[in-house]
Nanobody
């Protein structure tokens, strides 16, 4: 099992920045890729960004490309999401997730472990 704990959410004005963290514990050696997803009220959970745990390859949704940066610190078993130039439409609960397998990194169903989520609210 892998336990995931997010932190760093909050309230920020449009144009501002936040950094989310996701600390993984347990059988972290089994992780192949980690990702961030978000879910706004009344909407489906959507892919934000992903990073391969060993090679550091990164992937982004078009809506956040150029504004968000995903990174990881393997020594600390921690993943980050630096969010800049935030927009009101970025408001959502953000979840981190980990997958043991290769596949479609943008599909939520491909991830085995999930955090509890952290709220990000961007005011206009």
């Amino acid at each position: 099992q892998v336990r995931m704990v997010e932190s760093g959410g909050g309230l920020v004005q449009a144009g501002g920045s936040l950094r989310l963290s996701c600390a993984a514990s347990g059988r972290t050696f089994s992780i192949y890729i980690m990702g961030w997803f978000r879910q706004a009220p009344g909407k489906e959970r959507e892919f934000v960004a992903a990073i391969s745990w060993s090679g550091g390859s990164t992937y982004y949704a078009d809506s956040v490309q150029g504004r968000f940066t995903i990174s990881r610190d393997n020594a600390r078993n921690t993943m980050y999401l630096q969010m800049n130039y935030l927009k009101p439409e970025d408001t959502a609960v953000y979840y981190c997730a980990a997958s043991r397998f290769t596949g479609n990194y943008a599909a939520a169903k491909g991830y085995d472990y999930w955090g509890q989520g952290t709220q990000v609210t961007v005011s206009s």
